[in-house]
C-alpha cells in the first residue's frame, strides 16, 4: 500500500483564507482589526523567521501586526513589564511570546503574565486547564493544527487507538487531550516508554512529536494507519521529520509529509486563535471558538 499524502499547505491556506472572511466579518459589525502581538526576545535566526512569517501572514489576513522585538539581555522584569501592557493594550488580541526565550529568563513566569483570553499560543494555566475539562478555550496551535487535519482527511476519532509520541506541554499532551476529547483511546510514549514500536503499532492514528529525526520507522506502524508528523528538523538536504517517510508511506494509508504536512498549520491556527480571541473580546458572536475536545 502506498499511503494518502495529507496537504497541509492547501489546507493550512483554506485556514487562513476563512480567518480573513472572519475579520471582514468582524469589521462588518463593527467591530475593530485582531490584533497579534508577536514577542521576540534576542536574535535567534529560527525564532526570527518563525516571527516573521506569523507576522506576514496576519497582516494578510487582515490583522494589525503589533510585534514587539526586545534585546537578548532584558532583564525579567522589563520583560514582564512589556506583556503587562500588552495585556492590558485593548488593540491587543492576542500575545505570542516566541519560544525559546534566552536561558536567562523564566519563560513559564513570563507566560503566566498573559491574560487567558490573549493567549493565543494556548499555554497558559488556565487555558492548559480548560482543555484538560474539555472546556472551550483558546488551544495550543499545533496539536489544534494536526485535529484540522485529520478533520479535512475524515479520519475517525471515536473509538480508535491513538497513539501519541511526546509528552511535551506545548504538543504531546495538548495533542492526547484533543483526541480523547474526541473520544479516541489515547496512549501516550515518552523517552521512559519500554517498547516504542511496540505501542505506536497498535495505532490507527500515530502522532509523531518527539523531536528525534527518524525515531518512527514502518516496523512502528500498522497498515493503513494514519501517521502525523509532527518533528521539524533542519538539514543539509533540507527539513525532515520523526518519521522514516519513505518507508513509512509504503505501510501507512495517510501520512503528512516534511515539510508541507503540519507546519503550515500552526500558523494558520494561530490566525484562528487570534480572530477567536478578537472576536470574544470585543463581545461579538464567536465563529471560531474551539469547543470541546
Ligand atoms: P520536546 O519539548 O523536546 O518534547 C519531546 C517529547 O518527546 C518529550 O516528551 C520526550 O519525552 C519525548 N521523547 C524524546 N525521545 C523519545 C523517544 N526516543 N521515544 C519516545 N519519546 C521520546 O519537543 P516538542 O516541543 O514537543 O517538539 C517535538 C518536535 O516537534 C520537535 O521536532 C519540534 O521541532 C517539532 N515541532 C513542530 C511544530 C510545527 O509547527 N510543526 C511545532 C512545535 C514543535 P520525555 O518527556 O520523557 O523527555
Redesign the pocket.
Known sequence: MTARVIDGTAVARRVREDVARGVEKLLAAGGTPPGLATVLIGDDPASEVYVRNKRRLSVEAGMLDQHRHLPGDVDQETAAALLDELAADPAVSGILLQLPTPKHLDSDALIARIPAEKDVDGLTTLNAGLLMQGRPGLRP??PA?VMTLLDEYDVPLQGVEAVV????P???KPMAQLLLGRHATVTT?????RD?AEVCRRADVLVV????PG?IGADAVKPGATVID????RGENGLR??VLYDEVAEVAGLITPVPGG??P??IAMLLANTLTAATVQQGHQQGHQQGQG
Not at 509520541?165 to 511535551?168: E, K
Not at 512529536?209 to 528525534?212: D, N, P, R
Open positions: 496551535c499545533t493544527g509520541v511526546g509528552r511535551s506545548l504538543v504531546g510514549c515518552h523517552s521512559r516508554t516504542v512529536a518527539a523531536g528525534i525515531l509532527v518533528g521539524i528538523h521529520g520523526d503540519v507546519g498549520m500552526t
